[in-house]
């Protein structure tokens, strides 16, 4: 079955960094365009990054642009957030997602997607 599992959440000061991974099984990796999603107390979750099948195609949410980074390595089934300059507001739990059609691109809508981790915590302190 599908499984995504993310780890390297922590808590972290403002204006450090963190990177988090995203170990994917169960589904053929290199055909799906995966991406992040967050989730701060009493909000919406919020698309953060996506990344194509190939990994040559990213989009970002304008408030993580120029921050962050998504990337992916299909010889290991894994998708990586490469966070930095980290803001109290970042703090949140973070989700990586499944596109559910194969090669289709990520986008914001959380209906594309069709399997999810059980998110890591990312705590920025001011």
């Known amino acids: 079955q599908v499984q995504l599992m993310e780890s390297g959440g922590g808590l972290v000061q403002a204006g450090g960094s963190l990177r988090l991974s995203c170990a994917a099984s169960?589904?053929?990796?290199?055909?799906?365009?995966m991406a992040w999603f967050r989730e701060a107390t009493g909000k919406e979750r919020e698309f953060v990054a996506g990344v194509s099948a190939s990994g040559v195609t990213t989009v970002y949410a304008n408030s993580v642009q120029g921050r962050f980074t998504i990337s992916r390595d299909n010889a290991k089934n894994t998708v990586y957030l490469q966070m930095s300059t980290l803001k109290p507001e970042d703090t949140a739990v973070y989700y990586c997602?499944?596109?559910?059609?194969?090669?289709?691109?990520?986008?914001?809508?959380?209906?594309?997607?069709?399997?999810w981790g059980q998110g890591t915590q990312v705590t920025v302190s001011s």
């Open positions: 169960g589904y053929t990796f290199s055909r799906h365009s």
């Open positions: 997602a499944k596109v559910w059609s194969e090669y289709s691109a990520a986008n914001f809508s959380p209906t594309l997607y069709d399997y």
